[in-house]
């Protein structure tokens, strides 16, 4: 693809990682697209006019290749705080630290013995196919009463939508499966443990929010950055994209990172079926409320270990 002239759509994190890439590998051929007038998508943040900075929602980085690590060290510098994850979930009038799989100690003893109950059934697991979804994960993996207390309704709660609607490809290291021997030893030993996960402790921006990550990638694509800039049609036969000031570009490769349902609308003559399966694509929307409060904060230096109070929130 040396020659080639490509075509990213959107300047998300998706697409930044791309363009990024692209000029760390010396291609000269390329342009990326972007409908707003910021880089970040989802995952920028907002400056509002009393100069509060908003996040789209609470971001923790999970990724731990060592490619991605780098990046991030590179991009943040030592602008940045190390955050420890502390989230706790509000159950039975009391919180529990989480993962709450490893510490069902903290229920009620009925349920606690519930949940050992249902992990003791599980532990022969030749008993079972192969999960046909989320939920039958959890259940083989977890046992009837983890998912009772915890990873049913949590589940529900996070993503708008039933476990049994998810597939389970994309749970990575994201869900902390249960090893009866260390469950059982932290309820007879009374001991927690909070510290298990990809995110136990992140790196956090030290200025911009979660967008503070993003905006960094500018000055190594800037030249090939388009900003409100929106791909309104894309003509896979003739390989270009028309965009809604009426300009085009032409494309050897297409990388759009646009969400699906919308870039099929985008492209004509794409059979009934395809649309028929992009319409049928399941996904929630979110509403965020952020509350601001005057005074004046201590600024972290940089680098410092923060640790903050247990937070009313089952994250
Ligand atoms: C509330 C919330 C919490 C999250 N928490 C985490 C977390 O803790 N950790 C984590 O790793 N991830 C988290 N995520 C997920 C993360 O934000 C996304 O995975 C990430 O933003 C996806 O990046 P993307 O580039 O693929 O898509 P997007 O971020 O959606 O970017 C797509 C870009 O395409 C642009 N675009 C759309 N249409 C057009 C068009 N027609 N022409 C040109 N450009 C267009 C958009 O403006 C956008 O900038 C969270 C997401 C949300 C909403």
Request: net charge neutral; proline share 5%.
């Amino acid at each position: 693809m040396g020659d080639a002239r490509i075509v990213i759509l959107g300047a998300g994190p998706t697409g930044l990682g791309a363009a990024y890439r692209l000029q760390e590998l010396g291609y000269r051929d390329w342009d990326i697209y972007e409908a707003d007038d910021h880089v970040g998508g989802l995952a920028s943040s907002y400056v509002d006019d009393a100069g509060f900075t908003w996040d789209l929602g609470g971001h923790v980085m999970f990724s731990h290749y060592e490619y991605f690590d780098r990046l991030v060290d590179k991009l943040l510098g030592e602008d940045h705080s190390v955050k420890m994850r502390e989230a706790w979930v509000w159950m039975c009038d009391r919180y529990l630290p989480y993962p709450f799989q490893n510490n069902i100690r903290y229920l009620p003893k009925e349920a606690v013995w519930e949940c050992v109950q249902g992990l003791l059934e599980i532990q022969d697991q030749s008993q079972f196919a192969p999960p046909a979804n989320f939920h039958e994960l959890n259940l083989q993996k977890m046992g009837k009463g983890i998912v009772k207390y915890f990873m049913e309704p949590y589940n529900f709660k996070v993503w708008a939508h039933h476990p049994t609607l998810m597939n389970t490809r994309w749970i990575g290291e994201r869900v902390s499966m249960v090893d009866l021997e260390k469950v059982l030893r932290n309820v007879i030993l009374e001991e927690d443990n909070k510290s298990w996960g990809p995110n136990n402790t992140f790196k956090f921006p030290l200025r911009g929010g979660t967008g503070g990550l993003y905006t960094p990638f500018v000055p190594y694509i800037k030249d090939h950055l388009h900003l409100s800039t929106r791909a309104e049609r894309i003509d896979t036969a003739r390989k270009r994209v028309t965009f809604a000031d009426g300009t085009t570009t032409d494309y050897d490769i297409l990388i759009s990172t646009i969400a699906l349902d919308r870039v099929v609308d985008m492209i004509p003559g794409v059979p009934a079926e395809v649309h028929g399966a992009a319409k049928r694509l399941d996904y929630s929307g979110s509403y965020f409320v952020g509350i601001g409060v005057k005074g004046r904060i201590r600024a972290p230096s940089a680098g410092c270990t923060t640790r903050r109070r247990p937070a009313p929130s089952t994250g």
